[in-house]
């Protein structure tokens, strides 16, 4: 556990990190339906901890599973940030004011051909998750080097690479979160260049033709470390 002052140093180091990999508006000319995810970055108790959803019930896809706010570009979005923040106010209320963007880091390739940016941003630690519940049932963070270590983290082969699970007991709830998959992948990835630490764990690359360009960009950032 940090001071406030030692918090704000860790806050200010990581910003600078970050901001490294900012990659601009390099994905709006690609012919691709594009969407966007929010990863909310906000000091709780002593550590610097990322925001998490987990996705409503009532949803027909990925029903349950925890997740960024984030969703499919509209047309009256400027931009991908404004993608990102749009859905975050939908989704738990998170207002434009209480948001300081850092970066965007490495667009990510779904299997079903959507373009993902990830938008990294700070937001106030103050802020109270007002969760829609039409498409979030529960909101909740984990510290963010907590996607550096070993403890709650396994992995399984999938098409020839290997897929990232963490299971996290959250301490204000005692809720019992599963982060796996494209969402875990996203949060090792904000940890590793936040920090600029190496994973205690190995990264592999998920099969031959899947996140190719924001997994070989892990593999060389972190092969860099």
Not at 175 to 195: E, N, Q, R, S
Request: with cysteine; proline share 5%; net charge negative.
């Amino acid at each position: 556990m940090f001071n406030d002052s030692q918090m704000a140093a860790i806050k200010e180091m990581i910003k600078n990190n970050l901001k490294l990999y900012e990659i601009g508006n390099t994905s709006s000319d690609v012919e691709l339906p594009k969407a966007s995810v929010l990863i909310p970055l906000l000091t709780k108790n002593g550590e610097m901890h990322v925001l998490m959803t987990v996705r409503s019930l009532e949803l027909r896809s990925s029903a349950g599973e925890v997740c960024f706010p984030g969703g499919k570009y509209d047309p009256q979005d400027r931009n991908n940030i404004d993608t990102a923040l749009r859905e975050a106010k939908e989704e738990i209320g998170l207002t434009p004011d209480q948001v300081e963007v850092v970066c965007r880091l490495s667009p990510i390739m779904t299997k079903s051909g959507i373009l993902v940016t990830p938008v990294v941003a700070f937001v106030e630690d103050s802020f109270k998750a007002q969760p829609n519940p039409a498409e979030v049932s529960d909101v909740f963070t984990v510290a963010l080097d907590y996607f550096l270590n070993q403890s709650g983290h396994s992995s399984y082969p999938v098409n020839g690479g290997e897929m990232h699970s963490f299971l996290y007991r959250d301490s204000d709830s005692g809720k019992v979160h599963t982060i796996w998959g494209l969402t875990a992948m996203l949060a090792i990835f904000t940890a590793v260049l936040a920090f600029r630490r190496k994973p205690a764990f190995e990264i592999t690359i998920v099969g031959e033709d899947k996140f190719p360009y924001f997994q070989q960009n892990l593999k060389f950032h972190i092969s860099r470390l």
